[in-house]
Each structure stands twice: as structure tokens, then as C-alpha cells.
């Protein structure tokens, strides 16, 4: 089975790193509430499988959960999440701090965890106020989403003709 070549691959921590995988992929645009959750998950399936752990370390596993646990629902429920989530959520638990807190183990896990929070900060603020790039999803833009729909229209090509596409109605129109 393909799936015994990748533990012996990668050992017993393929599902952590396979959530990890699936974190970095949704972040190429940003970091969603999703996101989070998935990460929360590895960073607690990671834990568990530990035979000893700090207090602090636990209690960094626990929040983040609940930080998981609040952005998943936000997301099935399409509501926006404030800053007291959307801040931790991205500074501590977007994929590059729990990927390093897994990567660097229970010894070296906080400077890692402070590095990875102020570079995801960082760099987070310099892509978005001098690229206007949004690396981080600070909940729905229905608002944006809907007057785009009402007033956008999209003209395509085909081997039948070119057509007009009114988003507002879904009509086509040659």
C-alpha cells in the first residue's frame, strides 16, 4: 500500500505532516479559519504522541483547539471572526509557527514558536501595507463578493460564438 511506503518514509508522524501539508497549501493565499483547525489537529495529534510534555506546551495545545474549534465553526457558519481570534489565530497557529513547534520537539519548541510568530506577523504586515497582498482571512467579504456579482459582467469566447455572461443572473447573451 502507498500509504505504508509514506510511514516508512516519513515515520509515524505522516498524518501530522500530511495536516501540516494541507495548512501550508490553503496559506498560499491565506490563512484561513480552516486552516487553523487543521493545524490545531497536528499540533495536537503530534502531542499525544509524546511520552513527556511541559505544562505549557499542553496548555499551547489546548488553546489552540479551541482557536480551531471557534475558526471551523466560524467558517461552516460564514461568520466573521474579530481580531481577538483572527490575531492569535494567525500569529500563533498559522503553519509556519506549528510546523516549526512540531519540527524543533518539546525542548526547543517556545523560541521557536516566538520566532515563528513575529516572522508571520512581519512578514504578514509587509506583504499586505507594501504588496497589498492578504496573507491572513479576516472572515467573509460577502458585502464585496455580492456587489461584484450584481454588477459584473464577463464576455468569453468558444467555437460557437462569443458570449456575455450577466453574474447577477447567470443569463448568457450572444
Do not use: C
Not at 496559506?27 to 511520552?51: D, G, M, P, W
Not at 516566538?114 to 497589498?132: I, N, P
Amino acid at each position: 500500500m502507498l500509504i505504508e511506503a509514506l510511514i516508512q518514509l516519513f515515520g509515524p508522524r505522516v498524518s501530522v505532516l500530511a495536516l501540516l501539508l494541507v495548512g501550508f497549501a490553503v496559506e498560499k493565499h491565506y490563512v484561513s479559519r480552516v486552516t487553523v483547525f487543521t493545524n490545531t489537529i497536528a499540533l495536537n495529534v503530534h502531542l499525544l504522541s509524546l511520552e513527556q510534555t511541559s505544562q505549557l506546551l499542553v496548555s499551547y495545545g489546548n488553546l489552540g483547539l479551541v482557536f480551531g474549534i471557534w475558526g471551523f465553526v466560524a467558517y461552516t457558519i460564514n461568520w466573521k471572526t474579530s481580531i481577538l481570534y483572527n490575531l492569535p489565530a494567525y500569529s500563533l497557529y498559522s503553519s509556519l509557527p506549528v510546523a516549526l513547534v512540531i519540527l524543533i520537539g518539546p525542548d526547543g519548541w517556545f523560541p521557536a514558536l516566538v520566532l515563528a510568530s513575529l516572522m508571520s506577523l512581519g512578514g504578514g504586515y509587509v506583504l499586505e501595507t507594501e504588496f497589498g497582498v492578504d496573507i491572513s482571512h479576516w472572515g467573509p467579504r460577502s458585502g464585496q463578493v455580492n456587489r461584484f456579482i450584481e454588477t459584473a459582467r464577463m464576455k468569453y469566447e468558444d467555437a460557437y460564438g462569443v458570449y456575455e455572461v450577466d453574474l447577477a443572473l447567470g443569463e448568457f447573451e450572444r
